[in-house]
Structure formats: C-alpha cells, structure tokens
C-alpha cells in the first residue's frame, strides 16, 4: 500500500480543503480506496499487512464519515486551519441567537404537549432553513472569505439548531407509531 497516515482527509480522497465539496467526487474516491485497501484484499498475506489493511480502511472509513456530513466536515476543517470550534466549553452565543432558540424550544414544547403534529412540522421546516442558511454561512466564511473564527460562530449556532431539530423530528416519529 503507498498511502500516508500523515495526509489529510481531503488529501486522502484527492480533494481540496473546502466546505463546499463535490459529493460524487468524494463519494468515488472513497469507492476507489476502499477497493485498494479492504482487508479481504490482503487475507492471504502475512499478519503485519493484514493489520496494516486494517487499519487503512478504519482511516479511509473515518474520513468519508466526517466529509460526508456538511457539519463534521467543517468542524475538521476548521481543526486543520487550527480553529477549535470549542462546542463543549464555549456556548456563548448572540442573545438574538438564544432569545429565537428559547422561543423555538417553547414552541416546540407546546406542540409536543397538544400533540400538534402541524405546529411541529412547522417547526420543522424552520428549522431546516435556518440549518440552510447556516451551512451557507459557513462555506462562504472558510471557503470565500477563511473567516473562520465566524466559520466556528456558525458551527456553534448549526448545532443548537440541529439538537432542536432532532428533538422535533423525535416527537414526530413517536406520534406516527
């Protein structure tokens, strides 16, 4: 095998480090590579380069985990231009920001309490386009402008939205069983 556990994960797939990435593209190269590196391909060969297989495809499967989702992906990317985006001890956040969650967390609580599938799909939805117009925020801060200090900002609101959006979809999928 002639890869290098030093490259990137864009690097890996041959991509270039941007937000915004060809899904198809990335999708291919990772086909291609799992096809070089899969274990059975190397069953027949001595321990060291089973293992090494092994790990290879680990590697291979990490990184198309994490560039395949638009929010793993720029919190790797925003990693290697050596931004934490520090999700677990920085929570501050506009309080526009928290005052338009808190709202949504309500709205959502009620609609859960009458069961009001309509109010939360609603929700939903405005949710989704916020999620939009944030990954949208977020490819234009690392791939335009390499704000990534906004970039991060972003990153931190997208995931208060998305944890609400999955709470909401969560109730809604209780309602239909």
Known sequence: MNLDFNQNYFELFGL???FGIDGARLDRAYHELQAKV?????AHLPETERRLSMQWATRVNEAYRTLKHPLSRAQYL???YGM???HESNTAMPAEFLMEQMEWREAAAEAREAEDVGELESLHHRLRAQADT???EIEKDIDRKENYAGAAD????????LKLKEEID???ESMES
Not at 38 to 42: A, G, I, K, Q, W
Not at 154 to 161: E, K, N, Q, S, W
Request: charged share 30%; aromatic share 14%; hydrophobic share 55%.
């Open 84 to 86: 934490d985006t520090r």
């Open 38 to 42: 899969h274990p059975d391909r190397f």
């Open 134 to 136: 944030l990954f949208a």
């Open 78 to 80: 925003l990693e290697l």
């Open 154 to 161: 972003a990153v931190r609101r997208l995931m208060f939205v």
């Open 170 to 172: 969560e109730a809604l």
């Open 16 to 18: 270039a480090p941007f």
